[in-house]
């Protein structure tokens, strides 16, 4: 009845079922901007206090390092997060797999993981904060390429301060 209904509608009739759940997902998100710039900012600064917070709780003891890895990840989630909000969930997502993007989400992603894993599962506090410190570097050039020739500069800014 649904294929009916879309090619009374002027629609094709000949798209798979998988484009159709993306295009779903993708209306089924639709915002007003002004909504999508007050969802990016939530996200955003959770994100930004989730990680101060963590850095601040990183001096107890014991367990200051497993509190700071969780915050510390939640955090960058968020700030993840909040652009899919200026941009849409399903672009996002197209943009974090792009060709120059795919390797840093790729570490960024696993960072996030492995750090967790080294926090909780193995109960390696110098592990989980090299994990985040990879954070940090994989989300900054993951970042980075979003702005044209930021990475360049970046590499030649290194290039010079190294030779």
Known sequence: MDKLKKVLSGQDGNNDDSNDILQAANQASTLA????????????????????????????????????AVLYTIGNVASLSSTMFLMGPLKQLKRMC??????????????????LCAAFWWEKNGLALLFCVLQFLAFSWYSLSYIPFARDAVIKAFSICLS
């Open 33 to 68: 901007w002004g909504t999508r710039i007050k969802g990016f900012i939530a996200c955003f600064v959770l994100g930004v206090l989730c990680s101060v917070l963590g850095t601040c709780l990183l001096w107890i003891p014991k367990r200051g390092l497993a509190i700071f």
């Open 98 to 115: 792009a060709k120059e993007r795919a390797l840093a989400t790729a570490i960024m992603l696993t960072c996030l993981v492995l750090t």
